[in-house]
């Protein structure tokens, strides 16, 4: 009889140690479980970040296109504010000119005793004027030579 005894508890054993594998078995089941399904997500991740990744580089180039397109627009209209701005230099000039002539002739016109009674109402324009709007328009020819030239080098 004793034999019988040790054999159960053996069988006991194996059947604890059993119902024990089991257990571990269905805990590491829903850990495998797990696992996939986070797989699953992280997977559906990367091809959002993939799909995100795409979408900022179509911007980039986009955004790129628009700068370069904005650029040559800024230029021409930079060219021709220059332009404008010469011509307008040159009008100041011719206006001043005339202007000289206008007081030569209208102090030419007044009779002698009437010049020399009112000589504030007379224009006299200031001499100086004339080499600083000649100097102004060297100067503004001068800048837009070298911004031609920096344009030249730059491209």
Same mark, same amino acid.
């Given at each position: 009889?004793?034999?019988?005894?040790?054999?159960?508890?053996?069988?006991?054993?194996?059947?604890?140690?059993?119902?024990?594998?089991?257990?571990?078995?269905?805990?590491?089941?829903?850990?495998?479980?797990?696992?996939?399904?986070?797989?699953?997500?992280?997977?559906?991740?990367?091809?959002?970040?993939?799909?995100?990744?795409?979408?900022?580089?179509?911007?980039?180039?986009?955004?790129?296109?628009?700068?370069?397109?904005?650029?040559?627009?800024?230029?021409?209209?930079?060219?021709? #504010?220059?332009?404008?701005?010469?011509?307008?230099?040159?009008?100041?000039?011719?206006?001043? #000119?005339?202007?000289?002539?206008?007081?030569?002739?209208?102090?030419?016109?007044?009779?002698?005793?009437?010049?020399?009674?009112?000589?504030?109402?007379?224009?006299?324009?200031?001499?100086?004027?004339?080499?600083?709007?000649?100097?102004?328009?060297?100067?503004?020819?001068?800048?837009?030579?070298?911004?031609?030239?920096?344009?030249?080098? #730059?491209?």
């Amino acid at each position: 009889m004793s034999g019988m005894p040790l054999g159960l508890v053996i069988e006991g054993a194996v059947a604890i140690l059993l119902a024990l594998t089991i257990g571990y078995c269905v805990v590491l089941n829903g850990r495998l479980k797990r696992l996939h399904a986070d797989r699953d997500q992280l997977r559906q991740m990367v091809t959002d970040l993939v799909q995100a990744t795409d979408l900022a580089n179509r911007a980039i180039r986009e955004l790129k296109t628009t700068a370069v397109e904005t650029d040559l627009v800024l230029k021409g209209r930079l060219e021709e #504010a220059e332009r404008f701005g010469i011509e307008l230099a040159n009008h100041v000039t011719a206006g001043s #000119a005339v202007m000289d002539r206008l007081a030569r002739i209208a102090s030419a016109a007044r009779p002698p005793a009437e010049r020399e009674s009112a000589p504030s109402q007379t224009f006299t324009p200031a001499e100086p004027s004339r080499p600083s709007e000649a100097s102004r328009l060297q100067a503004a020819l001068e800048q837009l030579a070298s911004r031609e030239r920096a344009r030249g080098q #730059a491209a």
